[in-house]
């Protein structure tokens, strides 16, 4: 599995490509908007960072708005992948960004059948939004596993990026899953990585290592 960093923060990424741990970043009009920076200077300055994909979002809702906006970003940066609402318009436009041969990442998936049209109109990547679902009592990671098994039985080329992760049991079932990348904020990467039982073996390592005596 694929891991991206969910966040337009500078600092959070440079943190998480510096331990060699991400593939990609995804960004949203939300998490831009936190770092009180433009969104093409923060965008720049990851492309700098990360040479993976990148995912930046459209803010237009109609198909003209929404194309127009793609092209733009699309030509900002080869990593630039285009993030598309999941509503009739951005299929629309997701068909003729993928004939035009921009990637595109169809965002806000709530539904299998949102899923099932949003790969039949050519979509590369398709977010599914665990943690939103779980919060109004659903199951986002049975969403999960409709989308890999959807697109397992037909072929169908687009990838599963599952999203709004909230905590580390999110990327772990994800991963046994199948879905083929993980976007998670930096927050829960370093909790992926944290052990109580590393810490307390590197303490005890480290005060006996002060035991050793000198040679
Ligand atoms: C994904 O691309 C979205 O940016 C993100 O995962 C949404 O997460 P949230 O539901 O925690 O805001």
Same mark, same amino acid.
């Given at each position: %599995?694929?891991?991206?960093?969910?966040? !337009?923060?500078?600092?959070?990424?440079?943190?998480?490509?510096? %331990?060699?741990?991400?593939?990609?970043?995804?960004?949203?009009?939300?998490?831009?908007?936190?770092?009180?920076? $433009?969104?093409?200077?923060? +965008?720049?300055? #990851?492309?700098?960072?990360?040479?993976?994909?990148?995912?930046?979002?459209?803010? !237009?809702?109609? /198909?003209? *708005? %929404?194309?127009?906006?793609?092209?733009? +970003? !699309?030509?900002?940066?080869?990593?630039?992948?285009?993030? #598309?609402? &999941?509503?009739?318009?951005?299929?629309?436009?997701?068909?003729?960004?993928?004939?035009?041969?921009?990637?595109?990442?169809?965002? +806000?998936?709530?539904?299998?059948?949102?899923?099932?049209?949003?790969?039949?109109?050519? !979509?590369? /990547?398709?977010?599914?939004?665990?943690?939103?679902?779980?919060? #109004?009592? *659903?199951?986002? %990671?049975? &969403?999960?596993?409709?989308?890999?098994?959807? /697109?397992?039985?037909?072929?169908?080329?687009?990838?599963?990026?599952?999203?709004?992760?909230?905590?580390?049991?999110?990327?772990?079932?994800?991963?046994?899953?199948?879905?083929?990348?993980?976007?998670? $904020?930096?927050?829960?990467? &370093?909790?992926? &990585?944290?052990?109580?039982?590393?810490?307390?073996? +590197?303490?005890?390592?480290?005060?006996?290592?002060?035991?050793?005596?000198? *040679?």
């Amino acid at each position: %599995m694929q891991i991206f960093i969910d966040t !337009a923060d500078i600092e959070e990424i440079r943190d998480a490509a510096a %331990m060699g741990v991400i593939d990609g970043v995804t960004t949203n009009p939300s998490l831009v908007a936190k770092t009180g920076r $433009p969104f093409q200077e923060v +965008l720049v300055d #990851i492309c700098e960072v990360v040479d993976g994909p990148i995912s930046a979002e459209v803010v !237009a809702t109609d /198909y003209e *708005g %929404m194309v127009k906006e793609a092209r733009v +970003l !699309a030509k900002m940066h080869e990593n630039i992948v285009v993030k #598309i609402p &999941l509503i009739p318009e951005g299929l629309k436009a997701v068909r003729t960004l993928t004939d035009e041969g921009i990637r595109t990442n169809v965002t +806000l998936c709530f539904s299998p059948t949102q899923g099932l049209l949003a790969a039949k109109a050519g !979509a590369t /990547y398709i977010s599914p939004f665990i943690g939103r679902i779980d919060d #109004i009592a *659903g199951n986002g %990671m049975e &969403l999960v596993e409709q989308l890999v098994t959807i /697109y397992q039985n037909y072929g169908l080329t687009t990838q599963v990026l599952a999203a709004s992760i909230r905590h580390p049991v999110h990327a772990v079932q994800a991963s046994l899953i199948g879905a083929d990348v993980a976007t998670i $904020p930096h927050k829960v990467i &370093l909790q992926l &990585l944290k052990h109580p039982l590393t810490d307390i073996g +590197l303490e005890r390592f480290l005060a006996d290592a002060k035991k050793i005596p000198a *040679g």
